[in-house]
Every structure is written in structure tokens, then in C-alpha cells.
């Protein structure tokens, strides 16, 4: 069981969308020029129509990073829970940044987030557990917490992946139709982030037991990766995108094998689906969030009030902690709802949270 | 516009889209939950069909979340509607 109360949540969400057919059209220019025009003519049609029927009509974007870019926007998140709180970035014990999208190797981002935020003290670090590492960094406050050696936890997330591509220069090539399918997954990237300040459960939004479950065989199913790294796979020797995935590798994964974890998760700490307020799916795409949702037979008033898919696309780690900041700034949230949290990451990893808000 | 496209047709072509026996596409059958088609396949197969027969779905229709009967008649309306 873990020992934990949100203190303060926070979110900052770019105010700059891009609509399908703008992120299509840039992609095309960018990695399809070696295109053969038919083949051009249905990558783009086809590519628009896809994310049509999958439910996204924009993705979040920067519209200045020098304004917002990745650092502003974590500073921005957490700032906010730090103001919430009531509390100085003095009084932080530990920060942990757990974003996808993180351009730095060294320093880590928490080291420059510490900086940014003014810390004078306390410990920080990244973790890296892809779309999970939110609900991941609560396990670990947890044991923090409950080993008291920490009491403020600020948990951050800064997600934005167009600001990634930008900065690659927009490497690697698409050399057929087939492999547009892999390497266009970005589509449904937007940008966002999202802080959490942690504290030992009070009674209040409180977040009771965290579960995973993780399986590396299908690893190869989704990539971020430095180009032309070398990989432990031949059939990526020479891979010239810093992105990869199997769409359908990873919503048929997500969707047979989720359903018995989130159900194990369920029996192991005697909770009961049809007695949970709300199910919360992070936003990996609606195809599969609406497969997932309909073999767990999540009845509609069960599905948590926002959805920020459609118009932000998939904010990785962010998905979760920015949909709770605005549910509860929206007041859709009430005192004692019982929320489950799920998860999921390529690696492939399957991740639950249940809180009492 | 070619002569309308008989549901029978309409099974077939999707049997060739998904690479499926047609007998297991009734008219009932929801594609998604029942056959395990996976999603991105099936949204290949309506782009597919919006491009050879010249219509257009809603993303209001949901195709993807109903049954082959109910994707059909959405089909059989935008052949028959002229566009605009």
C-alpha cells in the first residue's frame, strides 16, 4: 500500500495546435521526398484519414519556444504546484523529472529544472520509464516518503516532441509506403506537461496501491532513439529516425495481454471495477483507449470526464497527471471519488494506480 | 457514380481488405470486438474504400465501433449522396 497524498497538481498545456492536415502536410515535406508522387497522394490522404477515424483532430504544440519550450514548460508545471502547495522550492526534498521527450543527457533535466526552479537544497534526478513514469515516480515517493527520508516530493513532466524533431533537423528519410506506417507514429505526439507535489498520505487525495507488470520481449515495438544508433536488432541496423513503432504490434499487445493485468491488480488489493468512480486510460490513441475500455467493459459513466486525446494528441507521461489537474479544474472531480489509474508503455510495460480523490 | 454496391459486394470487399473469410462477416458482427481485427487494419481498409468508390466517412459515423451491417448502410448513404 502506498503512503501518499497530492498536495498540489499542476499542468501547462502550449497554447499552439497543429490540425491533421498541417502535421501530415509537414511530415510529407520533411521525410517523403524520396516519394513517388502516387505513393505521396496516398500517404497524405491516407495519413489524414487515419487520424481522422482515430480521433484526433489537433496536437498541442509550441507556437514560441522561446517561450515555451520543454524546460519553460516543466518550470511553468511546477511552479504552479510549488505555489499551490503553499510551499518554496526551498522546502522540496526530492524532484524527480520522469518526461519521454527528454533532450539531455547531461545534465540530467531535473539538474536544470532544480536550477531553473531556484532549489538551494533537496536531491534530484531523472527516471525514465517511457509513458509510465508518472505513475512509476509514485511508487518511489512512496518508499521515500514512507522511509522518511523525503516529505515534499515534486514529481515533473515536460513532454514535446515537435520541439525534438525540430531540433534533429528532421532526420531520416521515409523510402515506401510501408515504411510510413512505422515511422509516422508522431502524428498523434502533442506537448505538455505536468507537475505533482507529493506528501505522506493525509486522508486527502490519497493514492493508495500502484502495480506493474512488464514484459521485454516485444521491446522492438516502439523506439526513440538516437539515428543510426547501433541496435541489438538487425533489422534496425541503419535506422535514420530517432522514432519507430508498430502501431498494430503494440495495440494488439496492449489490448490481450492489459486486460489480465489491470484484473490481477484488481483482485490483489480487493478492488472492484464496477465500484470504481472513474477508469482513466492513458491517451496512447483512442483506438486503442476504446479497445482496452471495451473488453475491461468499462460502462460509459465509468470513463474518466476528460479527454484531452482529441485535442492534444498523445502527451506521453503527461497524459495522466495534466487529465487529473483538469478534471479538478473543471470541478468534475469530488471528494472521494475512487479513481484507477492505467498505463501503459512501450518496453512493454502495463501500469495501475488506484486513488482516492 | 457505378450502380450501387450490394451488401454481399460490400462483405467480399472487405473480405479482401482485411484478408478474412467473408462467411465470418455477417451483418451483425462488430469487426473490432469480435473478430480481433486490429484497428489500424480496419482504418486501412476504409481508406481503402473511401479512395476505390469515392466517398467519404464522418468520423462522427464511428464506423469503426459498429457492426458490418451499420458500416455498410453508412457506405450505401455517402454513394448515393452526392458530395457537397
Not at chain 1, 515555451?68 to 522550492?89: L, N, R, Y
Not at chain 2, 462477416?25 to 486490429?38: A, F, H, Q, Y
Request: net charge negative; glycine share 8%; proline share 4%.
Amino acid at each position: 500500500m502506498l503512503n501518499l497524498s497530492i498536495r498540489a497538481l499542476s499542468y501547462y498545456i502550449p497554447k499552439g495546435r497543429m490540425t491533421n492536415g498541417e502535421i501530415v502536410d509537414l511530415f510529407a515535406e520533411k521525410y517523403c521526398r524520396n516519394l513517388p508522387l502516387e505513393d505521396l497522394e496516398q500517404f497524405v490522404y491516407g495519413s489524414r484519414r487515419k487520424l481522422d477515424f482515430l480521433e484526433i483532430k489537433t496536437r498541442s504544440c509550441s507556437v514560441d519556444y522561446r517561450e515555451d519550450s520543454s524546460v519553460q514548460m516543466a518550470v511553468k508545471a511546477a511552479q504552479e504546484a510549488i505555489g499551490t502547495a503553499g510551499i518554496s522550492a526551498g522546502e522540496i526534498d526530492l524532484l524527480l523529472f520522469v518526461g519521454v521527450c527528454n533532450p539531455f543527457r547531461e545534465p540530467s533535466y531535473s539538474i536544470i529544472l532544480a536550477h531553473e526552479l531556484g532549489m538551494t537544497r533537496g536531491n534530484y534526478y531523472d527516471i525514465n520509464d517511457t509513458c509510465n513514469g508518472f505513475l512509476k515516480a509514485l511508487e518511489l515517493s512512496s518508499l521515500y516518503i514512507s522511509t522518511g527520508k523525503y516529505r515534499n516530493i515534486l514529481v515533473v513532466t515536460s513532454e514535446n516532441p515537435l520541439e525534438l524533431l525540430e531540433a534533429s533537423g528532421y532526420t531520416g528519410t521515409v523510402n515506401s509506403l510501408e515504411e510510413a506506417d512505422y515511422k509516422m507514429n508522431l502524428l498523434f505526439a502533442g506537448a505538455g506537461a505536468a507537475a505533482m507535489l507529493l506528501t505522506a498520505d493525509n486522508g486527502r487525495k490519497s493514492i493508495r496501491y500502484y502495480g506493474e507488470q512488464r514484459n521485454h520481449e516485444d521491446w522492438e515495438l516502439s523506439l526513440y532513439v538516437s539515428p543510426k544508433i547501433h541496435m541489438p536488432a538487425p533489422r534496425f541496423e541503419g535506422l535514420d529516425f530517432m522514432s519507430w513503432a508498430d502501431g498494430r504490434g503494440i495495440a494488439a499487445n496492449v489490448i490481450r495481454d492489459m486486460p489480465g493485468f489491470v484484473y490481477e491488480f484488481l483482485e490483489e488489493h480487493e478492488l472492484r471495477k464496477d465500484s470504481m468512480d472513474y477508469i482513466f486510460s492513458h491517451q496512447l490513441g483512442r483506438n486503442i483507449t476504446n479497445s482496452l475500455l471495451n473488453k475491461l467493459e468499462v460502462k460509459t459513466d465509468k470513463v474518466f470526464p476528460v479527454n484531452t486525446f482529441p485535442e492534444n494528441g498523445n502527451m506521453g507521461s503527461a497524459n495522466i497527471p495534466a487529465g487529473l489537474a483538469i478534471a479538478d479544474e473543471q470541478g468534475l472531480l469530488r471528494e472521494g471519488d475512487s479513481i484507477l489509474l492505467l498505463g501503459s508503455a512501450c518496453g512493454l510495460t502495463y501500469g495501475a494506480a488506484y486513488l482516492i480523490w | 457514380m457505378e450502380n450501387r454496391i450490394s451488401f454481399a459486394q460490400f462483405q467480399a470487399l472487405f473480405a479482401e481488405y482485411l484478408g478474412i473469410e467473408a462467411s465470418r462477416l455477417t451483418p451483425e458482427v462488430n469487426l473490432l470486438l469480435e473478430l480481433g481485427i486490429d484497428s489500424l487494419s480496419l482504418v486501412n481498409a476504409m481508406i481503402r474504400l473511401e479512395r476505390e468508390y469515392q466517398i467519404m466517412f464522418s468520423p462522427e459515423d464511428r464506423v469503426m465501433t459498429r457492426t458490418l451491417g451499420e458500416a455498410y448502410e453508412r457506405f450505401d448513404y455517402y454513394r448515393r449522396t452526392p458530395p457537397g
